[in-house]
């Protein structure tokens, strides 16, 4: 009886064939610049004599598209961040530099020069470079704020170690005021009237902009602090290897979901029982795999992947607490709630009033009901964008997809 073969696997033996010889060659050549390097001069580029003699080198590289031996040695070089800039860089032609290796759009520059990440760190604008940072904060804090919350912001921002980069993003224009604060000059304001801390995130925030920071911190304006320490938290979600997680809720506050409560006597959790029917699976969101928007900590990898889960429409962000799971794997394992070190929301509409009456309707309302109204936008989004992606790829779609 023949086998039938599985749709969702498209290629031709022929094709898998040559996708394994190029991989194979690929790996072994890779293996002889990888042990010939530390003998390589720009001049001569030989074999160690009796490892693989029956392989040529020069016919590999002819294989490799007229590359030449110089410009596969220093793309090579240029990849491992080999500081002794070579002059001789990949060539597009004889007049042309062009490496694609570089980021896209910077091809005709030598690596050597190609900065492809920032941070937030302060500099001066005299003495050397190399000697403006005393200290490289290894983490980053944002609040989201208005002048109002001065108090809290001043209470909550003294929580944060000098190894934090602080950034406040002003919604309501006033960012000369917080000078009154000793922190305030070594911190980065961005102002721009009436938007969201997800809107500011998605402009600011870039992965290549925070890469030096290991832990990235989005938080609420509205967050009461007393019983949190920033490197107590951090030494924590180190420890628990939580990827996505935030302090843990007051539960004498009256929290919205069981999983973000704050438990006694352990550090951290990862999981929760709900109210009947409303986790479909014990292992997804709200029973785990979850926490809320409102105090969230990113590793720097999970950032990067939810950055680009972030629509640039969708400013509340609701929806996104369900569906960053799908940024760490495994995700009941990486999401969790630090009990430990734990906060106390106290529920400051503080966007709400910077809404707009309109209809007869108070501000906050207007502000509520497009919080709803992106959520399902979302929620519609993500679904069709993976079913779209299953269908190309001409798969079933795991059937324990939640919500
Ligand atoms: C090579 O250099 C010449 C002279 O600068 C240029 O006109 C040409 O477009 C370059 N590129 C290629 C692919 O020949
Ligand atoms: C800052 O980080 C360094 C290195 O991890 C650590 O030794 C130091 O204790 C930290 N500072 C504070 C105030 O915790
Ligand atoms: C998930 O898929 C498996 C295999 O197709 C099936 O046996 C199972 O009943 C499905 N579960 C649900 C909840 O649909």
């Known amino acids: ?76 070089s240029s990849l491992k961040g080999n500081k002794e800039a070579s002059p001789l860089l990949p060539r597009y032609n004889e007049t042309e530099i062009w490496v694609p290796t570089n980021p896209r759009g910077a091809e005709r520059l030598p690596p050597g020069i190609v900065a492809s990440e920032s941070d937030f760190y302060l500099r001066r604008l005299w003495g050397l470079p190399s000697e403006d940072l005393t200290i490289q904060p290894r983490y980053l804090v944002t609040f989201t704020v208005g002048y109002d919350q001065k108090k809290n912001i001043d209470a909550a921002v003294k929580k944060f170690s ?41 402009r600011f925030l870039h992965p290549d902009i925070v890469a030096p920071y290991d832990y990235i911190f989005l938080w609420d304006e509205d967050l009461g602090v007393e019983h949190f320490d920033a490197e107590k938290y951090i030494k924590l979600v180190r420890k628990h290897g939580l990827e996505i997680s935030q302090p843990g809720l007051d539960p004498d506050r009256g929290t919205t979901w069981a999983m973000t409560k704050r438990r006694d006597g352990i550090e951290v959790h ?41 629509q640039n429409d969708l ?35 503080s966007l709400g009033s910077q809404g707009q009456a309109q209809k007869g309707k108070a501000p906050w309302e207007g502000v509520r009901e497009r919080c709803r109204k992106e959520w399902t936008m979302f929620q519609d989004r993500m679904t069709n964008a993976e079913k779209v992606y299953y269908k190309a790829m001409e798969m079933d779609p795991p059937n324990s997809t939640a919500r």
Not at 22 to 38: D, K, R, W
Not at 279 to 307: G, K, N, Q, Y
């Open 315 to 349: 400013v509340h962000g609701w929806g996104l607490d369900f569906a960053m799971r799908k940024c760490v794997e495994p995700a009941h394992e990486k999401i969790g709630v630090v009990d430990a070190q734990w906060i106390i929301h106290q529920g400051v509409p």
């Open 1 to 76: 009886m023949p086998v039938p073969i599985r749709s969702g696997t498209p290629k031709k033996p022929s094709e898998m064939m040559r996708l394994f010889m190029t991989t194979f060659i690929g790996i072994i050549f890779g293996f002889f610049l990888g042990i010939s390097f530390p003998t390589l001069s720009l001049s001569k580029m030989n074999l160690p004599s009796g490892l693989f003699p029956s392989i040529d080198l020069t016919y590999i590289e002819d294989k490799y598209s007229g590359l030449s031996k110089q410009a596969l040695f220093n793309a090579w």
């Open 162 to 202: 000098e190894n934090f980069t602080i950034v406040l993003f002003h919604y309501d224009g006033r960012t000369t005021e917080w000078d009154e604060f000793e922190w305030s000059k070594r911190t980065v304001h961005i102002s721009a009237h009436k938007q969201t801390k997800w809107w500011y995130a998605k």
């Open 270 to 310: 990862k999981d929760t029982e709900e109210r009947p029917g409303w986790c479909t699976d014990p292992h997804l969101p709200p029973c785990a795999a979850f926490v809320e928007i409102m105090a969230t900590v990113f590793s720097r990898d999970a950032w990067r992947c939810v950055w680009h889960m972030i």
